[in-house]
């Protein structure tokens, strides 16, 4: 059985949680558990996981901020090629951090995991030239259950680090990324 060190202060939003696994190195490389349901139930973090996916972007892809409006998903993501800006933003309704968001990097270097509760919006951006993605979430994608946000909405303010050698305009969104609301129009339409 492997050790997790979880780190809970994500920004004061309760439920958003980083982990890091034990990395065990030696002359051949390294061995880590990626997942041990005991460790992270003692962690916290007791849900059934129902689906793997995983997504390559190049340098610059914000992917985002996604979630289920009727069928929500908690995830459990990590890096396992190059290196994102991982981010959560807090939808519970009566949720006294409603709005606020998380960050944080993930990489294959630091091999850190960000577990996202339902009720929380995702997204993240590439920094490194090329990254490879993989979450696992609680529940199946159900395509006429999409929700999603302005991933620049000044009323989230999320600070994203714009990668080496691009500016703002570089970025590269889905067509579908670039016209969600903000979180005021999301919250006034439900």
């Not at 259950?145 to 999320?158: F, Q, V």
Request: net charge negative.
């Amino acid at each position: 059985m492997g050790k997790i060190i979880v780190n809970s202060n994500c920004n004061g939003i309760a439920g958003l949680k980083v982990i890091e696994p034990e990395v065990r190195k030696d002359d051949r490389g390294y061995f880590m558990e990626t997942y041990n349901f005991r460790d992270f139930k003692k962690a916290g973090i007791d849900c059934e996981f129902v689906q793997d996916n995983q997504s390559a972007s190049k340098k610059g892809v914000l992917r985002g901020l996604h979630f289920q409006i009727q069928f929500p998903q908690a995830k459990l993501v990590r890096a396992v090629y190059g290196e994102v800006f991982d981010v959560a933003v807090d939808l519970r309704e009566g949720s006294p951090t409603f709005g606020k968001w998380f960050g944080v990097i993930l990489s294959a270097e630091n091999k850190k995991q960000f577990f996202v509760p339902e009720g929380f919006a995702h997204g993240f951006l590439v920094l490194s030239d090329y990254a490879e993605f993989c979450y696992k979430v609680t529940d199946f994608y159900h395509p006429n259950d999409e929700g999603g946000l302005l991933w620049e909405d000044p009323e989230i303010g999320i600070q994203w680090p714009i990668p080496e050698g691009m500016s703002r305009e570089d970025l590269i969104l889905s067509e579908k990324d670039t016209k969600w609301g903000t979180i005021l129009e999301w919250k006034k339409g439900r």
